[in-house]
């Protein structure tokens, strides 16, 4: 089981910055992928960025690529998104998400977080 949770969510305005944090326990992450994926209201849930934890490659879904980017802190076992250039259309709820790897990178999750608001005002 790996255990995982979100933080750094909040209100921005456009052309603002975020970093989401999140939280990683229960398992060594050498063989995850991790993952942020957001849902707005009304649509479905989508992938937004992946990381694979023991190599450091990265994956990002288009609509963010050049804006958003997915590390991690090693010794901390912590991952997080820096989010530059924030749109309206970013608004979301933001989940950070592990999975064996294996998968795809947009999809076969097994382990989520809560989830955490962040919303880019006009």
């Known amino acids: 089981q790996v255990q995982l949770v979100e933080s750094g969510g909040g209100l921005v305005q456009a052309g603002g910055s975020l970093r989401l944090s999140c939280a990683a326990s229960?398992?060594?992450?050498?063989?995850?992928?991790m993952g942020w994926f957001r849902q707005a209201p009304e649509k479905e849930r989508e992938f937004v960025a992946g990381?694979?934890?023991?190599?450091?490659?990265?994956s990002y879904a288009g609509s963010v690529k050049g804006r958003f980017t997915i590390f991690r802190d090693i010794a901390k076992n912590m991952v997080y998104l820096q989010m530059n250039s924030l749109k309206v259309e970013d608004t979301a709820v933001y989940y950070c998400?592990?999975?064996?790897?294996?998968?795809?990178?947009?999809?076969?999750?097994?382990?989520w977080g809560q989830g955490t608001q962040v919303t880019v005002s006009s």
């Open positions: 998400a592990a999975q064996i790897i294996g998968g795809s990178w947009s999809r076969d999750y097994a382990y």
């Open positions: 229960g398992r060594t992450l050498s063989n995850y992928i």
């Open positions: 990381l694979n934890w023991s190599g450091g490659s990265t």
